[in-house]
């Protein structure tokens, strides 16, 4: 597993690295200018970032958007000694929220997570979202539709809204040759969840799902790409 830590106090990067090392991961690059880690970020593939929240140069929660916006596949874990930045922290897609100086105990529990959390998402039926400060391993298979929302997309499943910071192109790249499509350029739409559809104005369509009251509206040239699909699969 390939570990990043990002922190401008030389002494707190020492430690993480010492506490890792004790748990058994050794495969660890740390920077203490998050400019330079950035930078890093677009050149190595990493599996977890541990980011400072407190640095001059650059706060770990800009780090965060930049990394994720760079990598989407990284689980980001925030440090600091001050709890205060907690609910930030997981607004901003952070996994974990470690308070300093980290306890052995509760870098281990955070390991854990993030190997669990590794795994299921390497499986291709699965998504990682949050919400708040709860995770979800979203079956694709249970999405009804995905909308986006600025730097993130919204999931709709049948419980609530789940938030990934993805964009929605990734999502549909990741989703090609589901049964999933793309009737607008803010909704995918899973076509095995739809109950019915019925044309509005412009001849856009307004689709509605099976046990969810939400409706999804297309765009003009959506709706006629989504007939013309429609039709082809019904052959």
């Known amino acids: 597993m390939k570990i990043?830590?990002?922190?401008?106090?030389?002494?707190?990067?020492?430690r993480l690295t010492?506490?890792?090392?004790?748990?058994g991961y050794d495969d660890i690059t740390s920077f203490d200018?998050?400019?330079d880690a950035v930078k890093e970020v677009t050149k190595t593939s990493y599996d977890v970032a541990f980011l400072d929240i407190s640095m001059p140069a650059m706060s770990g929660i800009e780090l965060a958007d930049t990394i994720l916006s760079l990598k989407n596949n990284?689980?980001?874990?925030f440090q600091t000694a001050y709890e205060e930045y907690a609910l930030e922290a997981?607004?901003?897609?952070?996994?974990?929220?470690?308070?300093?100086?980290?306890n052995t105990d509760e870098l281990q529990k955070v390991m854990t997570k993030v190997i669990e959390y590794s795994k299921q998402s390497l499986d291709s039926k699965k998504i990682?979202?949050?919400r708040g400060d709860k995770l979800y391993l979203i079956d694709i298979d249970d999405i009804y539709y995905i909308k986006a929302d600025l730097d993130e997309v919204i999931i709709k499943i049948k419980e609530t809204d789940v938030?990934?910071?993805?964009?929605?192109?990734?999502?549909?790249?990741?989703?090609?040759?589901?049964?999933?499509?793309?009737?607008?350029r803010s909704y995918i739409v899973n076509v095995d969840k739809i109950k019915s559809m019925k044309s509005v104005e412009q001849s856009k369509l307004q689709i509605s799902f099976d046990s969810i009251s939400d409706i999804v509206t297309s765009s003009k040239d959506g709706a006629k790409e989504f007939?013309?699909?429609?039709?082809?699969r019904s052959l």
């Open 4 to 14: 990043l830590i990002v922190d401008d106090e030389k002494l707190a990067i020492s």
């Open 18 to 23: 010492r506490l890792l090392n004790d748990l």
């Open 33 to 35: 200018n998050p400019v």
């Open 74 to 77: 990284i689980f980001v874990v």
């Open 90 to 102: 997981y607004k901003a897609g952070g996994l974990a929220y470690l308070l300093k100086p980290v």
């Open 128 to 130: 990682v979202g949050k």
């Open 163 to 184: 938030y990934v910071r993805r964009k929605i192109g990734d999502l549909e790249t990741l989703l090609s040759g589901k049964n999933f499509f793309r009737v607008h």
């Open 227 to 232: 007939r013309e699909y429609i039709e082809k």
